[in-house]
């Protein structure tokens, strides 16, 4: 196509050179066939790049929009995924910064802790301790007087049966007789 538009130009240039002396392609062909510049190529190709260029313009033209599209979305998408990764960032290390004040608070926190359990254990040991001796304390002095009173009765039943010897060995049928009648007016006599 591009062959026929230059062999149309060419036939009216020589027409205008064989009728008027000398005509356009005349005056400019030293110019435009300059050995190894030769006008008509660049032409040819000015040419064939307007034509290509009106042709792919618009498939170009919305297939460029659409990557640059993509591609602004993409930019926004990792500006957001950046900034999201920023704020991570910032808060883990908030975190860890806050991390070892943290682990301090809380083994101070266990150490005051552990110390009032064992202050309570202790009290509690005390209490328990005062309350078993109290109670044992209580224990050994029923104990005692239960001890005590048991001495007593065997101490007064060792006095008996040992009185009782003594005057079983000291009465005889004549001390009987008489403890009987002396027993018997003392209440009464005999009717």
Same mark, same amino acid.
């Given at each position: 196509?591009?062959?026929?538009?230059?062999?149309?130009?060419?036939?009216? =240039?020589? =027409?205008?050179?064989?009728?008027?002396?000398?005509?356009?392609? =005349? $005056?400019?062909? &030293?110019? %435009?066939?300059? &050995?190894?510049?030769?006008?008509?190529?660049?032409?040819?190709?000015? *040419?064939?790049?307007?034509?290509?260029?009106?042709?792919?313009?618009? &498939?170009?033209?919305?297939?460029?929009?659409?990557?640059? @599209?993509?591609?602004? =979305?993409? +930019?926004?998408?990792?500006?957001?995924?950046?900034?999201?990764?920023?704020? $991570?960032?910032?808060?883990?290390?908030?975190?860890?910064?806050?991390?070892?004040?943290?682990?301090?608070?809380? +083994?101070?926190?266990?150490?005051?802790?552990?110390?009032? @359990?064992?202050?309570?254990?202790?009290?509690?040991?005390?209490?328990?301790?005062?309350?078993?001796?109290? $109670?044992?304390?209580?224990? *050994?002095?029923?104990?005692?007087? $239960?001890?005590?009173?048991?001495?007593?009765?065997?101490?007064?039943?060792?006095?008996?049966?040992?009185? @009782?010897?003594? *005057?079983?060995?000291?009465?005889?049928?004549?001390?009987?007789?008489?403890?009987?009648?002396?027993?018997?007016?003392?209440?009464?006599? %005999?009717?």
């Amino acid at each position: 196509m591009l062959a026929f538009f230059y062999s149309l130009i060419f036939i009216f =240039a020589e =027409a205008g050179h064989s009728a008027g002396g000398g005509g356009f392609y =005349a $005056q400019y062909e &030293p110019y %435009l066939n300059y &050995p190894g510049f030769e006008a008509w190529k660049f032409i040819n190709l000015t *040419i064939f790049v307007v034509i290509m260029i009106y042709l792919l313009k618009k &498939p170009l033209s919305a297939a460029f929009k659409a990557k640059r @599209e993509s591609i602004r =979305a993409e +930019l926004i998408r990792a500006e957001e995924e950046k900034q999201a990764a920023l704020a $991570q960032l910032t808060s883990t290390e908030a975190k860890m910064a806050s991390l070892s004040t943290e682990s301090n608070q809380i +083994l101070e926190k266990a150490k005051q802790e552990a110390d009032a @359990e064992k202050s309570r254990i202790l009290m509690q040991t005390e209490e328990e301790i005062n309350r078993v001796t109290k $109670q044992t304390e209580s224990e *050994i002095e029923r104990l005692s007087q $239960q001890t005590r009173a048991e001495l007593r009765r065997f101490s007064a039943e060792e006095s008996i049966r040992r009185a @009782e010897e003594k *005057i079983r060995q000291n009465i005889d049928a004549q001390k009987d007789a008489q403890l009987v009648r002396a027993n018997i007016q003392s209440i009464g006599g %005999l009717n």
